[in-house]
């Protein structure tokens, strides 16, 4: 009778840990997919990413051993002009999805460590505000290529 608010305790502190989903778990990435370019030229890498979960979740970077830099990017045209900033974060809303397609936000991938060819995959690891990551794996296209080949299109950029 005596262990019974120390069990009580316990399960109490398993249900709550249990109760707590990463960034990480609740978000899928699919249509992943990298625009290779000649040389050491910088590539944009896009993925679609789904939040299956009851919070909005942010991307805040990713890593690959393929590129000594990843940086989150927007695009973006105002007045005929464009232009491609830095950004801190993505917001992925809860029960939503975010794309990253060429145009809008998009990861710059910078110094390829090793060439990297059409038909390749890359493995990034995308980062969350939470201090999850999620290893996802890009397919490497052509230059000219315009979506991940699977015949999906971006219909918006975020």
């Known amino acids: 009778m005596k262990y019974l608010p120390a069990f009580a305790l316990f399960a109490a502190l398993s249900f709550t840990a249990g109760a707590y989903a990463s960034a990480a778990d609740q978000v899928h990435a699919t249509h992943a997919w990298i625009r290779v370019l000649p040389g050491t030229l ?7 990413l789904e939040n299956d979960g009851d919070q909005s979740v942010a991307l805040t970077g990713a890593s690959s051993k393929a590129y000594a830099q990843v940086m989150l990017h927007r695009s973006s045209t105002q007045g005929g002009v464009s232009r491609m900033t830095m950004v801190d974060s993505l917001s992925v809303p809860a029960h939503g999805t975010a794309e990253l397609a060429p145009a809008g936000y998009h990861l710059m991938l910078m110094q390829p460590t090793t060439p990297v060819k059409p038909g390749a995959t890359i493995r990034l690891l ?6 999850s990551t999620l290893p996802a794996d890009f397919i490497a296209r052509p230059a000219n290529a315009l979506d991940d080949g699977s015949g999906h299109t971006d219909s918006h950029a975020h």
């Open 42 to 48: 910088p590539a944009g890498a896009y993925v679609t």
């Open 126 to 131: 995308l980062k969350f505000s939470d201090g």
